[in-house]
């Protein structure tokens, strides 16, 4: 992580002496006084609203010091930084235009804006909440987001929009409404951590992001907590998805990536979803109360899936695959609630492997109307049969040592209700 040594570099290169300049509050207070201000300086908002769209080209810091607002009026992004070394803190901030081209934004921070820090403020409505769009190194701190709730989700804007921003941290943010709610494309070394997320399409949402971290969020209520597309090396630790509708987590061409000691809990759909992904490590995690625990298609291979606890899920596995896939590495697998196995030598281990799926379920995945037939003495004679012959069973997931107990994760705790 290189951000704190661009912004000492930066700091070394601004004047021993910065002075602190009091802003009036009347229209076009803020470029003026920052026609006047020195790298270094200050410039301290008063309590109230500043009706103005701010252009930082100098290394200053803006700051609303918890009680001044910014109100772009519904024109172009609200505060744009093009310089390094900049400090954007302690503001409410609304009213950008709408333009999606433009990407109108709360704050937008251009290519320039190296080492820049936007923190501890309020983003209001705006169409984009930060736009991180080419600045390498920038730290997206402590800042609360309420995007658009006007359009159709899919014509909002995102939360945090990272764009080619190599380095850039973004930690401690809660983000409601708008679109996803961050939203990274063509970038790398990026690092998503301790964020909140509710309301949204999907939580955090990466395409073509490589080398990068998601750690310690949370997200509540969204369509989709944490997806990641056409990415690899990403590591995603210690997230917790909570009543997120379609996914809690997603890959989708995603390859050599860690998804590890993540809770995903009462997904209306799946709890973990693989498309064309290859050669990840699934460990440590807690699948609990969706409808399918993991699914598997697309020519998903070579994933390493070992402690993970597959607890109260309708159907804890879908693998479609002519081809026996093994669960368990150096003798551990991972913890089956449906599993009804015993232990004779006390190791922690079952003494017999673990199928999820047999003929009957690839059959009912095929053939949904197959359903009305699941009572039916052909069925249970089938069940049975495979159960005392396992070489009837058509080939998927086996775990040939089963946990007989799941194991702890660690997660940002999760208390109140979603919608408050």
Same mark, same amino acid.
């Given at each position: ?9 930066? =700091? ?7 002075? $602190? ?40 810091? =803006? ?32 009213? %950008?235009?709408?333009?999606?081209e433009t990407i109108d934004s709360g704050v937008q921070l251009k290519e320039g804006a190296t ?7 309020? =983003? ?63 970038? /790398? ?19 073509? *992001?490589?080398?990068? $971290? ?43 990536? $860690? ?66 896939? $093994?669960?368990?590495?150096?003798? /551990? ?7 009804? *196995? ?30 009305? =037939? ?12 495979? *159960? ?11 775990? %040939?040592f089963p946990l007989m107990r799941p194991a702890p994760v660690d997660v940002p705790e999760f ?6």
């Amino acid at each position: 992580m290189r951000w704190p040594l661009t912004i000492a570099l930066v =700091l070394t290169a601004l004047p021993l002496w910065a002075a $602190e300049w009091d802003v009036p509050l009347r229209p076009g207070a803020i470029a003026e006084t920052l026609g006047r201000a020195a790298p270094g300086d200050t410039l301290a908002l008063r309590p109230g609203t500043y009706s103005e769209t701010v252009v930082l080209d100098k290394p200053v810091t =803006l700051d609303g010091q918890g009680h001044a607002t910014l109100d772009g009026g519904g024109q172009g992004s609200v505060v744009t930084v093009t310089v390094p070394g900049v400090v954007v803190q302690g503001l409410t901030i609304t009213g %950008s235009g709408s333009d999606h081209e433009t990407i109108d934004s709360g704050v937008q921070l251009k290519e320039g804006a190296t080492g820049a820090v936007v923190r501890d403020n309020l =983003l209001l409505g705006n169409l984009y909440g930060i736009d991180i769009h080419g600045a390498r190194d920038a730290l997206v701190t402590g800042n609360r987001i309420e995007g658009r709730q006007d359009r159709r989700m899919n014509d909002r804007g995102n939360g945090i929009y990272v764009w080619n921003a190599p380095g850039a941290v973004v930690d401690g943010n809660d983000v409601r409404w708008g679109r996803d709610g961050i939203f990274v494309n063509s970038s /790398k070394r990026n690092v998503f951590t301790g964020n909140r997320f509710r309301d949204l399409r999907f939580a955090v949402h990466y395409m073509y *992001a490589n080398q990068s $971290e998601v750690s310690g969020n949370v997200s509540i209520g969204n369509d989709l907590g944490y997806a990641v597309m056409f990415s690899k090396r990403v590591k995603v630790i210690g997230n917790l998805s909570v009543n997120d509708r379609e996914h809690g987590i997603m890959m989708n061409y995603t390859n050599n990536s $860690e998804i590890s000691g993540n809770l995903v809990q009462n997904g209306q759909n799946r709890c973990a979803f693989l498309y064309n992904s290859n050669k990840n490590s699934f460990s440590g995690n807690r699948f609990e109360g969706c409808d399918i625990g993991i699914h598997f298609t697309a020519g998903s291979a070579d994933n390493e899936i070992t402690g993970n606890a597959f607890v109260g899920n309708r159907t804890q596995v879908k693998y479609v695959s002519t081809r026996w896939d $093994e669960w368990s590495r150096d003798g /551990k697998g991972n913890h089956w609630s449906d599993f009804a *196995a015993y232990d004779l030598d006390g190791n922690g281990i079952a003494d017999v492997p673990y199928r999820p799926n047999d003929a009957m379920d690839h059959v009912l995945w095929t053939q949904p109307a197959a359903k009305l =037939l699941l009572g039916s003495p052909a069925v249970q004679l089938v069940r049975w049969s495979q *159960a005392a012959f396992p070489a009837l069973l058509p080939g998927g997931v086996m775990d %040939s040592f089963p946990l007989m107990r799941p194991a702890p994760v660690d997660v940002p705790e999760f208390a109140g209700d979603h919608n408050g």
